[in-house]
């Protein structure tokens, strides 16, 4: 997702200064719809069936979405979520309507009767109005209606942090998503609709209109779901990946068919292989491999990634590591598919923990680099990212109220993954860990913890300090160090208490020595000379001469 939040970040939030824990500014509403409240925690989404019907001449929206749902523990009351100012036409149980009260952008549903544990059913939700319509998307999302270079109707939905709830009745709740989906999207007849997973089924109505049916056979963030509807052409293709042959579908502008074909041919292929071999198979074999093109710049939507960028390497032409080595290649194709394993496959539960989306997406600019162009590329990629971080608050700030934390979580994140790859130096157990946690949380919702839990206990290595430092605080690790006589005196400052990390450093006499500081001054005998030492770069840390 969301590369886009590399420009959000460089607006500071008046609570920059608030610190992680301060709920104070967060609503009622905020509550409802970032917590697992009494509405949501008894059923388990099992399917959404989603129909809507698009007319761009009034910039209006319409239709329904049948919820099946599991039964956890007994309940009632029933909250679904859709924003203002959509309106709710009906909801509807076994053909008998239902009540409903809205509180803001949920409504609480009263089921026809006590659901007992264990059982399913399903309610329909029908709903009309204007959608949202975002000024600038993705960043200021919901739906856009612009035209394209001929002055043709384009369309477009992206949706991220907003939710998806902007444009359709759903559990807007991150820790559940539904097995499967259809999303069965008409627009008229000029324009062809682009949705996730794969086309089933075209339908021409009688009133100008077509139907596009497409259907998703895994697990899907809601906010991943995605109209987009143009004039588009259709290149197809295949790669020979790890779990088989995998489909590739690309559906440029028609006037933008062979600057795409060659753009996506030169770069999908190759990403896709090198992240199958870092992170594991593809997530979506069954789904297949999309690149949609969209009048915003970018954004992750499951097996039909938005792209926006102009078929421009870099970041709309620019670095965002100042080497130049950003601008070998195209950052949105890299970025957003790297999602498909980082935040799509293995998604967040809470936004606090959306570092495990865009920190191992922004980890991922860095493998493609070293894929590309050799490990020290991809060393000097990341290290050059460092520039961008602002260190303004906390990278995870509070739970349970759909919070989000500073755009650190890009490239400070990244550079967090690539401190610990060069703590445990030892490539072949890092891409263990990597393609490890795609397995064991392959299409699962989790937690940072045990994202955490994870990775310290294959490595071998405690790094529970190293993440509260570098997700919970701003402060960046400081060696400080000084030199008397022949004696080498170094520790830890700025650091959150108990901060262990190993760290190597290069000392004039010793050579390169892995030293284990903590916040007490510890000692070795060396040169004087050892006053010129270096600490490896590929650490995130500062170092510092004390007298
Ligand atoms: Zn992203």
């Given at each position: 997702m969301r590369c886009a939040c590399l420009i959000v970040a460089l607006v500071v939030s008046p609570f920059a200064l608030a610190g992680a824990q301060d709920t104070t500014h967060y609503t009622h509403a905020d509550t409802l719809r970032g917590s697992n409240g009494p509405g949501r925690a008894w059923w388990d989404v099992q399917f959404y069936d989603l129909h809507t019907s698009v007319n761009p001449a009034d910039s209006t929206i319409g239709g329904w979405n049948a919820i099946t749902y599991r039964v956890l523990q007994p309940g009632k009351e029933m909250q679904i979520d859709l924003q203002v100012p959509l309106q709710v036409d009906s909801i509807v149980q076994e053909r008998k309507k239902l009540?409903?009260?809205?509180?803001?952008?949920?409504?609480?549903?009263?089921?026809?009767?006590?659901?007992?544990?264990?059982?399913?059913?399903t309610i329909t939700v029908w709903y009309h109005g204007k959608p949202r319509v975002g000024r600038r998307l993705p960043w200021d999302g919901g739906f856009t209606f612009p035209k394209d270079s001929l002055g043709r109707q384009w369309l477009a939905t992206a949706n991220q942090g907003l939710g998806a709830s902007v444009w359709?009745?759903?559990?807007?709740?991150?820790?559940?998503?539904?097995?499967?989906?259809?999303?069965?999207?008409?627009?008229?007849?000029?324009?062809?609709?682009?949705?996730?997973?794969?086309?089933?089924?075209?339908?021409?109505?009688?009133?100008?209109?077509?139907?596009?049916?497409?259907?998703?056979?895994?697990?899907?963030?809601?906010?991943?779901?995605?109209?987009?509807?143009?004039?588009?052409?259709?290149?197809?293709?295949?790669?020979?990946?790890?779990?088989?042959?995998?489909?590739?579908?690309?559906?440029?502008?028609?006037?933008?068919?062979?600057?795409?074909?060659?753009?996506?041919?030169?770069?999908?292929?190759?990403?896709?292989?090198?992240?199958?071999?870092?992170?594991?198979?593809?997530p979506w074999y069954a789904d297949g491999y999309k690149l949609v093109e969209t009048p915003h710049l970018g954004m992750e939507h499951q097996s039909a990634v938005a792209y926006g960028n102009h078929f421009l390497n870099g970041y709309l032409g620019r670095d965002l590591s100042y080497t130049g080595l950003g601008l070998q290649w195209d950052f949105i194709i890299v970025h957003e598919s790297a999602h498909e394993w980082w935040g799509n496959s293995l998604s967040a539960?809470?936004?606090?923990?959306?570092?495990?989306?865009?920190?191992?997406?922004?980890?991922?600019?860095?493998?493609?680099?070293?894929?590309?162009?050799?490990?020290?590329?991809?060393?000097?990629?990341?290290?050059?990212?460092?520039?961008?971080?602002?260190?303004?608050?906390?990278?995870?700030?509070?739970?349970?109220?759909?919070?989000?934390?500073?755009?650190?979580?890009?490239?400070?994140?990244?550079?967090?993954l690539h401190t610990i790859r060069a703590i445990i130096d030892d490539d072949a157990k890092w891409r263990d860990i990597l393609r490890g946690l795609q397995k064991a949380f392959y299409h699962q919702t989790v937690t940072g913890k045990q994202v955490q839990d994870y990775i310290s206990r294959e490595a071998g290595i405690d790094l529970s300090k190293v993440f509260a430092q570098y997700l919970t605080t701003i402060k960046i690790p400081v060696f400080e160090y000084r030199v008397q006589g022949s004696t080498l005196s170094y520790r830890w400052s700025n650091v959150v208490p108990g901060f262990d990390m190993p760290v190597r450093v290069n000392i004039p006499g010793l050579g390169t020595r892995q030293l284990k500081p903590t916040e007490a001054w510890q000692t070795l005998e060396a040169s004087p000379k050892a006053s010129e030492l270096s600490v490896d770069e590929n650490f995130y840390v500062t170092a510092a001469a004390t007298p």
């Open positions: 009540t409903s009260r809205r509180d803001g952008n949920a409504f609480f549903v009263t089921l026809k009767a006590q659901q007992k544990a264990g059982a399913t059913g359709w009745p759903n559990k807007h709740y991150l820790r559940d998503e539904p097995d499967s989906q259809r999303i069965a999207i008409t627009v008229p007849d000029s324009l062809i609709d682009v949705s996730n997973g794969r086309l089933r089924k075209t339908t021409k109505n009688a009133d100008g209109t077509t139907t596009y049916e497409w259907f998703v056979v895994s697990p899907i963030n809601n906010y991943d779901v995605t109209i987009n509807a143009a004039h588009y052409a259709h290149l197809s293709d295949t790669l020979a990946g790890e779990t088989g042959k995998l489909s590739l579908d690309f559906w440029p502008l028609d006037y933008h068919a062979d600057t795409a074909r060659r753009e996506f041919q030169r770069q999908v292929p190759s990403m896709l292989r090198c992240f199958e071999h870092w992170f594991g198979p593809y539960q809470d936004h606090a923990d959306m570092w495990l989306h865009e920190s191992f997406a922004n980890y991922a600019e860095g493998i493609y680099t070293e894929c590309m162009m050799g490990k020290m590329a991809g060393a000097a990629y990341m290290i050059g990212a460092r520039r961008g971080v602002r260190n303004d608050r906390p990278i995870v700030p509070v739970f349970g109220v759909n919070a989000q934390g500073s755009g650190d979580m890009y490239p400070k994140g990244g550079n967090m």
